[in-house]
Structure formats: structure tokens, C-alpha cells
């Protein structure tokens, strides 16, 4: 019994990898054969999507340090490290998140005034 929940998530993992990369199979089919290119639109590219990653995982890492820090500054019980740990990780992974869009922005306003 206790071998029941491991072959049901691969199980499932399976499927559902085979069935979105099926549909996604069958609307390109669709696209070729109504005559438009597939790839149009697709290409575009994302300048930032590293920086947003990046950033994101430093403030996790910065996160889970404070809360490290934190826990054992302070000698909490299980339950308020749990806390802890979760707040800082959200507090500084959305913090990360929030400067890379502060430096996207920032980007994209001095792109539209060198244009102008």
C-alpha cells in the first residue's frame, strides 16, 4: 500500500506531460494546416526573464538566511521557526521580485526617451 502514492504521482506525471505536449502537437497540426507559420509570434524575445529569476532566488537565498539568522538569535520552538523561515522567504523573494521590476521599468523609460 504505502508504494500506491509513488506510482500514482509518476502515473499522473506522465499523463499530464504527455497530454499538454499531445494538445499542444494537434494545435500546431491545425495552425499548418489552416496555412499559418506556427512559429510567428513565438520568437519574441525576454531580455529580463534571467534578471526576474535571478533576483528572485537571491531573495529567497537572502530570505532563508535572515530566517536562519533569525531562529537562532531568538531559540523558537518548531512551530515559530516554520513561521519564519515561510515569512522571510515570501518577504524576500517578493522584495527580489520588486527590484527587477524597478530595473525593467527603469530600462523601458530610458528606451522610450531615446526614441523620442
Known sequence: MEYLVPITLFVTGFAMIFGIRYLVN????????????????????????????????????????VALFT???TKLGEDEAAAIYFGCVLIFGGLGLIVSYIIEKKWLDQQLESKL
Open 71 to 73: 531562529v537562532i538569535a
Open 26 to 65: 494537434r494545435e500546431r497540426m491545425a495552425l499548418i494546416e489552416r496555412g499559418i507559420n506556427p512559429n510567428d509570434g513565438q520568437s519574441a524575445p525576454k531580455p529580463f526573464l534571467s534578471l526576474k529569476i535571478g533576483l528572485l532566488l537571491v531573495g529567497l537565498g537572502l530570505g532563508l538566511v
